[in-house]
């Protein structure tokens, strides 16, 4: 509850003050951060959007959206979850962000976990995995160790599981 009246406090100010853009989008990000952290999930979407409403340009709409994203999931609201993870991919779409690419590729397979809709949750995590193997990126590349680990875990391929398991450690 000190961060969200620090943020505020920082908001009014901001109006007042005239901050440049690049300070609004970081208010407004960590307070959608904050109330996702405590669970007021509808303030938290509400904070990232107002970003939106900001020159392009002064923030990352592909971290916006899939923030969104990640957001909608802990809410449990998967078909908004997926029309942000779509979204944050059709920015990348030409681009050659695939650090970016493979998070929103993982976040939409666990969407598809979570409505157990396992072999497409399985195609998209193997996507991004594909995207980030050629980088060797540790956290991201072990979060999709992980997610396919419990994918097949709940297929019942423990051999599978098991496997991606020892990736993932």
């Known amino acids: 509850q000190d961060a969200i009246n620090l943020y505020s406090k920082a908001l009014k100010l901001s109006n007042k003050s005239k901050l440049n853009y690049t ?7 960590s307070l959608g951060d ?3 952290l405590i669970a007021e999930y509808d303030l938290a979407i509400e904070h990232y959007n107002k970003i939106f409403n900001l020159p392009e340009g002064t923030f990352n709409f592909h971290n916006i959206k ?3 994203g990640r957001t909608s999931e802990r809410w449990g609201k998967y078909e908004e979850d997926l029309e942000y993870y779509n979204m944050s991919l059709k920015v990348t779409d030409n681009s050659n962000y695939d650090k970016e690419k493979a998070l929103s590729y993982s976040g939409i ?7 157990n809709k396992l072999t497409k949750a399985i195609e998209q995590n193997e996507i991004a995995l594909k995207l980030l193997e ?9 979060e999709i160790y992980n997610n396919l680990g419990i994918i097949y875990c709940q297929l019942v391929n423990q051999e ?3 496997e991606y398991h020892k990736k993932y450690y």
């Not at 050629?134 to 072990?142: R, V």
């Open 23 to 29: 300070k609004l989008v970081h208010i407004y990000e």
């Open 134 to 142: 050629k980088y060797d990126e540790g956290i991201e590349l072990s």
């Open 66 to 68: 899939y923030k969104c």
């Open 34 to 36: 904050t109330y996702t």
């Open 109 to 115: 397979g666990m969407v598809f976990y979570r409505q």
């Open 160 to 162: 599978k599981s098991l």
